[in-house]
């Protein structure tokens, strides 16, 4: 069955530690976007790419980087710039904007980060 | 930027109601309007997707309609049942970006 998956499903930061939250795809999809989710606030983009080796920053980008070396994966880099890391996070694709009308967007399972 | 506001936040209705959940937004100019459902602790699933040109689109007991001009959308859900009890969220599909709202927690009570 083609879908995202995200992994791990928990993911626990030490102070001053960069963590790497896995995204992989397998429907063929040219854009991806990783988002972050927190309680009572609607979904925030972190950053979205719509082509290999091309990423755009999201209006929440500070604290995290991104590559886009493959067209099935899209790994976020929480680094330790981000002080506020602790959410769910949730990585999308979709087949791509200029054709995405008619096309929804798919999620994955999201990864949740936590602070030890 | 785009703003997209979904009201009531939270909803509890006894098993069989029809309901209505509603989502505004305020730059008309979208290609897209995607309903989606969040169970505890997981992704999105996509329920249904409105095009920029379209009304309205139906899947089972789901409605959803779009009325770009005064930036609405509804989700009508008819025969409740326990099972549809989740967090519903709309985004929508603006420039290069979709922009979601806040979510209305729903629960049906049996």
């Known amino acids: 069955d083609g879908g995202i998956t995200q992994s791990p499903k928990y993911l626990f930061r030490k102070e001053g530690q960069n963590v790497t939250l896995s995204c992989e795809q397998n429907l063929n999809h040219d854009a991806m976007y990783w988002y972050r989710q927190d309680p009572g606030q609607g979904l925030r983009l972190i950053y979205y790419s719509q082509i290999v080796n091309d990423f755009q920053k999201g209006d929440i980008a500070e604290g995290y980087s991104v590559s886009r070396e493959k067209k099935e994966s899209f790994p976020l880099t929480v680094t330790s710039a981000q002080k506020n890391p602790t959410a769910f996070y949730l990585c999308a694709s979709s087949i791509d904007r200029t054709r995405a009308t008619n096309q929804p967007q798919h999620f994955g399972d999201g990864t949740r980060l936590s602070i030890l | 930027k785009q703003e997209v506001t979904q009201i009531p936040a939270a909803l509890s209705v006894p098993e069989g109601e029809n309901l209505v959940l509603n989502c505004s937004f305020t730059?008309?100019?979208?290609?897209?309007l995607q309903w989606f459902r969040q169970d505890p602790g997981k992704g999105l699933t996509s329920l249904l997707l409105i095009q920029s040109s379209q009304r309205e689109q139906t899947s089972g007991r789901l409605n959803a309609s779009l009325d770009k001009s005064s930036g609405r959308s509804t989700l009508y859900i008819a025969a409740s049942q326990p099972g549809d009890s989740a967090t519903y969220l709309c985004?929508?599909?603006?420039?290069?970006?979709?922009?979601f709202g806040t979510g209305t927690s729903l629960t049906v009570i049996p």
């Open positions: 985004a929508v599909g603006t420039g290069n970006q979709f922009y």
């Open positions: 730059d008309s100019a979208i290609y897209n």
